[in-house]
């Protein structure tokens, strides 16, 4: 056999074949590899491969929409798709003004009769601030 | 992006050959195979999301750093117990001793007979020997270039060194071998 190496950075036809015969030699020891390693291997790759799943689970967050759609990190949602599940909170939000306000102009107006009572009634306002006449209110009044 | 599926299959690929080439270099069964599951879990949990193609590079990296990483955490547990010698630079075949060499499975294949299947595996252990005690920047360019299947370049990145390195050591192991098994009369 002649010796391969004269100028070890220059391409040598003759040892890249004669490594790539040793590399073909040595994919036999791979095919003898005793079960309980193999095993050993698959368990590993199984295992790796589970634990990359549940990894990757954890750092893409899901939202569930109303219509039951994910919208998730890797998911390709739209405009409109987004939108559509910003809507109900947004309404939700609408609703809660609108029944804040009418609460308010309903108290508003109630207070109002109140004092509309006060200043057309026979008795003077101030007769309300008078402790025996509150108690008389209390008791019944005339009735 | 790699699916699930697609991932194991590389790693079904090339997990036997990422063991032999622990082995090889740790020369311990259940810590190659600790290396080889490290490397695993590594790449499923960092590159998961990569390109299929991506792969085999970053999984070559991830268990040359995984060995190296090895090999620390032994020089650390037990000085008078460490391998450093696989690190010295060695251009002689050294005192490898054959018997030392690694017990395989001798299960007779049906299609050989059983002379030509005791003689290949009798090659195969002498290859291995001489792998084994080849030094080890020597033993890694080698099973990547000619064994793993990389170019000279992503061998070289692969080991974190130039291309002109890769080549030397590359030269310099299969002249190595060459030269041991000759030795002992084996052609391949």
């Known amino acids: 056999m002649k010796p391969f190496f004269i100028n070890t950075r220059a391409p040598n036809p003759a040892a890249e074949e004669f490594g790539v015969r040793i590399a073909a030699r040595l994919d036999d020891s791979t095919r003898l590899l005793p079960v309980h390693v193999a095993e050993r291997l698959r368990l590993a790759r199984v295992q790796a491969v589970k634990q990359g799943r549940l990894l990757r689970r954890q750092e893409t967050p899901v939202f569930v929409t109303s219509s039951g759609s994910r919208w998730g990190k890797k998911d390709h949602f739209g405009f409109w798709g987004r939108a559509s599940s910003v809507l109900p909170l947004i309404a939700l939000l609408i609703g809660l003004v609108f029944i804040g306000i009418l609460q308010e102009q309903q108290r508003a107006h109630e207070i109002a009769e109140v004092d509309t009572e006060l200043l057309t009634g026979d008795l003077p306002p101030v007769a309300y601030t008078d402790p025996g006449f509150a108690q008389y209110l209390k008791v019944g009044g005339p009735d | ?188």
């Open chain 2, 1 to 188: 992006m790699a699916s699930e599926q697609e991932l194991e299959a590389f790693l079904k690929g090339v997990e036997k050959r990422a063991f032999k080439r622990s082995y090889y270099h740790v020369r311990n069964e259940e810590s190659a195979l600790d290396i080889v599951q490290d490397s695993m879990m590594k790449l499923c949990e960092h590159y998961g999301h990569k390109p299929l193609e991506e792969l085999p590079m970053l999984f070559q990296r991830i268990l040359t750093n995984s060995t190296l990483d090895w090999f620390r955490r032994q020089k650390t547990k037990n000085a008078l117990f460490s391998n450093l010698s696989d690190f010295e630079s060695r251009d002689e075949g050294g005192d490898f001793d054959i018997l030392e060499s690694l017990l395989l499975n001798t299960n007779p294949e049906q299609i050989e007979s059983a002379q030509d299947h005791a003689q290949r595996a009798q090659i195969l252990r002498v290859i291995e020997s001489e792998i084994q005690g080849l030094p080890a920047r020597q033993r890694e360019a080698f099973l990547m270039r000619y064994w793993e299947e990389l170019d000279v370049a992503e061998t070289a990145s692969a080991m974190g060194c130039s291309q002109g390195s890769v080549k030397t050591h590359c030269s310099r192991a299969v002249a190595a071998l060459a030269k041991a098994l000759k030795i002992r009369g084996i052609c391949i």
